[in-house]
């Protein structure tokens, strides 16, 4: 069964770090997100990308984040100068052709702690 | 009013049992409503989608008032395994891409 995968599964970083998560999204989807879940709280929306642009991002995802698509697999966060509420696990996800969401596929997640 | 607002639990049901989730969402236009998933410490995923008509998988059914704004889940013939978290979800009206996720309802199925 086709799955999204993620690295690193756990980062730990010192604050003022910069840190990459990366994500292989299904192969054959169009649409790539990145959410992220605070311990004990909700799942909330970050950013999506399709086109090689981000389509949609939210109030959380500020000037010190970034998305990429470096190649034809590969679809990365960029986190510049960590802050200690950046900790949260961050779930790459992604999904296929439709007009809407449809299903979204997650990863398993890439646990960030800031030191 | 929240976005998507779910009472949090949680609900702790003997094996067997049927249990029912509620949940409510602020924007009218919103068009996509789910049911996902959510172990401790996993990450979500997708249980049923809902429709406008109500669906059912199984021993799970979804309902969709949208006049009232308001989505369930009913879950029949509770199973140990059903133990987690259910997410209510919906999408952001300004963008069909924008998954909104309520803060989630714990279920735990006892023996």
């Known amino acids: 069964e086709p799955e999204v995968t993620q690295t690193p599964s756990h980062q730990v970083t010192q604050m003022g770090q910069e840190v990459i998560l990366r994500c292989v999204p299904i192969s054959n989807h169009l649409y790539f997100y990145w959410y992220r879940q605070i311990l004990g709280q909700k799942v909330e929306f970050l950013v999506s990308?399709?086109?090689?642009?981000?389509?949609?991002k939210s109030e959380i995802f500020d000037d010190q984040f970034s998305v990429e698509r470096p190649d034809g697999s590969n679809f990365t966060l960029k986190i510049r100068s960590t802050k200690l509420e950046d900790s949260a696990m961050y779930f790459c996800?992604?999904?296929?052709?439709?007009?809407?969401?449809?299903?979204?596929?997650f990863g398993e997640g890439s646990r960030l702690t800031v030191l | 009013r929240k976005e998507v607002e779910q009472d949090p639990g949680p609900f702790n049901v003997p094996e067997g049992a049927t249990v029912a989730f509620n949940c409510t969402y602020s924007?009218?236009?919103?068009?996509?409503f789910f049911w996902y998933r959510q172990d401790c410490r996993k990450e979500p995923k997708l249980l049923m989608s809902?429709?406008?008509s109500g669906n059912e998988d199984g021993r799970f059914t979804a309902q969709l008032n949208r006049a009232s704004q308001y989505i369930s889940l009913l879950i029949r013939d509770s199973k140990l395994s059903d133990s987690a978290t259910y997410l209510c979800v919906v999408n952001g009206a300004d963008s069909s891409y924008k998954l909104i996720f309520g803060s989630g309802t714990r279920l735990l199925v006892r023996p």
């Open positions: 990308f399709y086109n090689n642009e981000i389509s949609e």
């Open positions: 809902v429709y406008s």
């Open positions: 996800a992604s999904s296929g052709g439709e007009v809407s969401p449809g299903e979204l596929f």
């Open positions: 924007n009218s236009a919103s068009q996509s």
